[in-house]
């Protein structure tokens, strides 16, 4: 019996590049949770921005957020796992090292960065609205960072994984997060989805999961009933043999079933 489900949002539960869930989506996740199910949004988003999409039932779910990184319910913090300040300035360093490269630093509350990039800025402030603070040196920012993000302009992340996994895999999470974006974490999904299972006592079984993209594979590998996009990567459909068009296809069969 599913006790869990847990869902990617880019890519995944928001298709084609919406920035808004639609009201359907809230309504099954009211109806999961009157059958007992609980719902956990896990995304590579930061926690404002996710608890605005998930405004009218977030007090409902909780929240895997920054990749893993950061899990939050009832906006109290139950898991965190922040990057080494020297692991995070050298990781800055070698990123910014490669042209067309912009920085994104995510901290518990807001992002930094430099705003160096028009067009970059302008993304991540009005397209994403994320809440950011701009600084100077991405190096001065004295917080802790649970996540450091690459972003890759006209979209050539997949190009420079093999070279970032190369040199820092052995100490950090690195995985490509979209077409454009490399996350560098040092906890990953699946480690976020280990943390609610130990909590609430669940069986690997009684959780399904949905992703789309390399940054969903620990997830998916973590529990009994993974589900990849249909039009995700062939390498990504190849991790499970679950495949979906649509999240609220499952869970509207998952709920018939009761």
Known sequence: MIKMVASDL???????????????VFELIRDLREKGILFVAASGRQYPNMRRMFSEVWKDILFVCESGALVMSHDQAIFTSPVP????????????????????LSGADT??????????????TYTMKNTVTVVDDLFSVDRD??????????????KLVPAFTERWGDRISVALSGAEWIDFTIA???????????????ARDEIMAF???FND???L????????????????????PNHCRRVEDVLEALLRSF
């Not at 992002?111 to 991540?124: K, L, N, P, W």
């Not at 590998?221 to 499970?240: F, K, S």
Request: hydrophobic letters at 40%; aromatic letters at 8%; a negative charge.
């Open 145 to 158: 960072i649970l996540k450091i993000s690459a972003f890759v302009h006209n979209g050539r992340a997949a």
């Open 85 to 104: 300040r020297a692991l995070c300035d050298a990781i800055i360093s070698n990123i910014l090292e490669h042209e067309g490269c912009e920085v994104l």
């Open 217 to 219: 594979r620990e997830m």
């Open 211 to 213: 992703g789309d993209n």
């Open 10 to 24: 880019d890519g995944t539960l928001l298709q084609n590049g919406a920035q808004a869930l639609k009201p359907p």
């Open 188 to 202: 990953n999904k699946g480690t976020a989805i280990r943390v609610l299972q130990e909590r609430f006592g669940f």
């Open 111 to 124: 992002s930094y960065f430099t705003g160096d990039c028009r067009e970059y800025a302008d993304f991540i």
């Open 221 to 240: 590998e973590e529990v009994g009933h993974p589900y990849v996009m249909e039009n995700a990567a062939p390498d990504v459909r190849a991790l499970c």
